[in-house]
């Protein structure tokens, strides 16, 4: 990963969408919803943030209907104008979409609500794969939210950020 451009932010917060259902016969992937296990993680994690005053400047989500529902309790729980974008590019797309979208933002900190494999693809590619596999052994969590700071002088690259915290339903 020391090849991509590194996002600018001070802090990012990676949150894995939370537990949705399976589609319904003809409901395409892109439109599934939280399940009742979703929407209460999703409330849960987001209100432990808030707690921690994990609050961003910036929060970046995938536009489908999973994500955006997790942004809703994020927004919820936060209590205050953070500003919210809907992004296209975040659904099925590559761990280099996500890193490439965050370095483009001007902010210093930064929540992205998305999906896996690319967001655990993305904390490896900031922790490196040792520190993820100790941080989430058996893969990245629904409504799993990493808190990371950058650590050191050159951004972006594995082992100059710092995991603060994670926070699981």
Not at 34 to 45: N, R, T, Y
Not at 57 to 72: D, F
Not at 99 to 126: D, K, R, T, W, Y
């Amino acid at each position: 990963m020391q090849n991509s451009q590194p996002p600018a932010a001070n802090r990012l917060c990676l949150m894995r969408h939370a537990h949705s259902g399976w589609p319904r016969p003809g409901e395409r992937d892109f439109d599934r919803t939280l399940d009742d296990k979703g929407f209460a993680e999703a409330e849960l994690v987001s209100q432990l943030a808030a707690d921690r005053n994990y609050v961003p400047e910036l929060i970046l989500s995938s536009t489908a209907v999973r994500c955006r529902q997790t942004t809703e309790a994020l927004q919820r729980a936060f209590g205050v104008e953070t500003e919210i974008r809907f992004v296209d590019d975040l659904y099925n797309a590559p761990m280099e979409n996500y890193l490439s979208l965050m370095g483009a933002q001007q902010n210093g900190s930064i929540l992205l609500v998305g999906h896996n494999p690319a967001m655990e693809a993305l904390l490896e590619a900031l922790l490196g794969p040792d520190r993820t596999s100790a941080v989430i052994p058996t893969g990245y969590p629904t409504a799993g939210l990493a808190v990371l700071d950058k650590g050191g002088t050159i951004m972006g690259l594995a082992g100059n950020w710092l995991l603060t915290d994670f926070l699981q339903p």
